[in-house]
């Protein structure tokens, strides 16, 4: 049998195409009109990405360095931090404010949860000097959404405070609008819903952020707001730039202009949603309370684990899946739906776990699954 190896993690996700074929094809020397030209090209497609009118800094970087980027040049040692924990990698804002001195009130959730707006708001309350609010849009280790724009209405009333989002697996996978939200801090990676290789972190910054940094002298070098904003201003960069992921970048953000924004958000929002029902129709659970619509993450029979149906999917379809992270591992699966990912592949998917979960024991009428899956899909999209 011809077996395909498919990406369908929650990052890195399946290459777009058209931007592997840019990255391979990238000959440039970054003090060049050529690049100048095309790093005007990607800063006008990042602003509608984040849905803002202000410039968003670019930094050849992991997403972890970007959410790195805004802590330095964001917090002072002995600052007072809240730190939204609902997961693995809301544990990691708390880790890195602690790094570099912040006094971080934590907000620790069962993993599954979404933090409430009410349990913010009492947590600002009980800090009135506190800088900043740090939260996951979307949690994708539990694979939980916060209610983000909720929270930002709050931070907005405190003019010496501002909301950080790692909006990593966010952004193009839900609705976000950056100015419109009041959002002053948000971080986006290259290797999820923009469908390119992990080595970009993006970064967009508030006036109100912008004002509040100056002063900082946390100290930092490569990730230097300041440093790095000036030298954007004129298509360059401070420092050498990874340039053929920056060719890769500028054709997914063409990818996304032409798709238009809103519809990459249907899209994920669509198949994350027959996901759900599909799995639920051979009863299984979702496990979380709040679900993401980048990335759905799914109990494993008792059983079984996930870590046999991972296996068995990478063996039997070419099917990469993620498993759970640290307590998680072997409890959950989880299914991604952002970025270049269509119906066709969700169904063969849907598809392929209805056959393993069969071979592996689980018991359940075969094509259940999938016809759950396709109810959904025609009734989410009748009127289009």
Known sequence: MVIKPRVLTPGPTALLPEAALAQAAASMHHRTDA??????????????????????????????????????????????????????????????????????????????QAVSVSAVKQALDQAPQCRAVFVQGSESSTAT??????????VRERPQCVICVDAITWIGAHEVRTDDWGLDLVVCGSQKAL???????????????????????????????????????????AFTPAISLVAALAASLAWVRQLGVENLWRNASVLASMTREAMKAIGLEIFSQAPSDSVTAVCAPAALGSGKIIKRMKERHG??????????????????????????????????????????????????????????????????
């Open 35 to 112: 690049f100048i030209e095309l790093f005007k090209q990607v800063r006008e497609g990042l602003k509608h990405l984040f849905q803002t009118r202000r410039d968003v800094l670019m930094f050849s970087a992991s997403g972890t360095g970007g959410l790195e980027a805004c802590v330095v040049n964001l917090v002072r040692p002995g600052d007072e931090v809240i730190c939204v924990n609902a997961g693995k990698f809301g544990e990691r804002w708390t880790k890195m404010n602690r790094t570099f001195g912040a006094k971080v009130h934590e907000l620790k959730l069962a993993d599954g």
């Open 145 to 154: 959404v916060h209610p983000v724009r909720e929270i930002a209405a709050l």
């Open 195 to 237: 469908a390119m290789p992990p080595g970009l972190a993006f970064v967009s910054i508030s006036e109100k952020a912008e004002k509040l940094m100056q002063g900082v002298s946390t100290p930092r070098y490569y990730f230097d707001f300041a440093r790095e904003a000036k030298a954007q201003k004129e298509f360059q960069t």
């Open 319 to 384: 099917a990469i899946i993620a498993d759970g992270q640290d307590d998680l591992k072997n409890r959950v699966f989880r299914l991604a739906h952002l970025g270049y990912y269509d119906y066709m592949e969700a169904l063969g998917l849907i598809g392929a776990l209805e056959d393993v979960l069969l071979g592996l024991g689980h018991s359940f009428e075969s094509g259940k699954a999938l016809a759950a899956a396709q109810a959904q899909y025609r009734k989410l999209t009748a009127t289009h």
